[in-house]
Each structure stands twice: as C-alpha cells, then as structure tokens.
C-alpha cells in the first residue's frame, strides 16, 4: 500500500517541481503563459504560490518520494481572497505576467470562482484545488492513492467534494472516482471550456 504524508513545507519546492511538470502543458496554464519560454520562467513562481496558499488554508498531501502532490481546501474557506493571495506570494502578478496576460488571467479566475460559487452556494464542501503526479510516475495509482484519504475524510465528515477541470480528458478518471460531472461551460470571452464535479458522500 502506498504511503501518503502531509507534505512538510521545507520539501515544497520539490513538490513545486512535480505540481509544475504536470501542469506544464494544461490548458489553463497554457492561456495564462502561452509563450513557453515565459512558462518555463514563471510557471514554478506561480503554482509555488498556490502551494503557499493550500499549505496555510488546507491541506497539502505527498508520498515520500514526492511522486505526486493533491492540495485541498477545507469547508468554509473554499476561496482564496486577493489580500491573501498577496500575503503568499502573487503581489508582483501583474509584474511578471505583463498587463494583457494578467488581465485574461483575472477575468478567467473570476469565472471559474464564480461558477464554483455557482453551483455550491453556501453548502460546506471541500474543493479539490489540485491533483498532480510527476509525468514519470503516471499509471502507478499515485493519483488514486493520493485522493483516497480525501475522499475517506470527506465521507466521514458527510461533505461533498467539488473540483473543475480545464482538461476533458480528465472527467472519466474523476467518474471513476465516484465524482459527477454537474455543469459544463466555456469561458465568455476565451476559448476555454471547464467541466465541474461533484462527489457526494458516501
């Protein structure tokens, strides 16, 4: 049985470099970074914040190996506030990723902050913010291994899961799980589509 620990804070940037491998070519990161010479720059800066942020509001779980990171929010602090996403790291936002790129990037978080407002209400969940496994380790059952004890967590605690995805590919593995595709949209002005999942406890 695959071992799951809580991933200590002084190994993120190992794990910053597996959640970036991963990453690297989804479609959300490839429209907010679409020149990838930019991408490989700022890629780590930006998901290192996002681990800033789901290691002081969630929680951030690993292998000892470090062969895959999932990163949750607990019920009741499901979104991330722009003071906070500052105190972690992203003040110099605007800065790095130049206005045009910024501005697309604002209006596509908005979006999907606000389809997810959408569709949970005021109803407690957790938010499966980010499940990754280092692209040499895939088709182990580190992904599945990983989400199980937030999936056990949320049953026990009677609480439904809620997670988009940019990536349609990535719908059948998350049905497998148990997770229900509840909503399906593009993005207004973009060519960006997110399938939004459910999964109730058990």
Not at 12 to 21: D, L, P, S, Y
Not at 70 to 97: C, D, M, V
């Amino acid at each position: 049985m695959m071992e799951i620990i809580k991933l200590d804070p002084r190994q993120k940037k190992r794990a910053t470099e597996v959640v970036t491998a991963a990453f690297f070519d989804y479609p959300m990161f490839t429209f907010y970074f679409p020149d990838p010479k930019k991408r490989i720059r700022l890629l780590p800066w930006y998901l290192g914040n996002v681990l800033n942020c789901a290691l002081r509001y969630g929680e951030v779980y690993t292998t000892p190996e470090i062969s895959g990171v999932i990163f949750t929010l607990p019920p009741g602090h499901t979104k991330i506030s722009q003071s906070e996403y500052i105190q972690n790291g992203f003040l110099l936002t605007p800065l790095l990723l130049g206005f045009r790129d910024y501005v697309r990037s604002q209006e596509c978080e908005k979006f999907v902050a606000d389809t997810h407002e959408k569709i949970m209400g005021d109803r407690p969940h957790y938010y499966l913010w980010g499940l990754t496994v280092d692209p040499s380790q895939k088709r182990k059952g580190v992904g599945t291994a990983l989400l199980k004890p937030v999936i056990e967590k949320a049953d026990v605690e009677k609480k439904p899961i809620y997670l988009e995805t940019h990536d349609e590919k990535n719908v059948a593995y998350y049905q497998r799980m148990g997770f229900s595709l509840v909503h399906t949209t593009r993005f207004p002005k973009f060519d960006l589509a997110i399938w939004c999942m459910v999964r109730e406890p058990d």
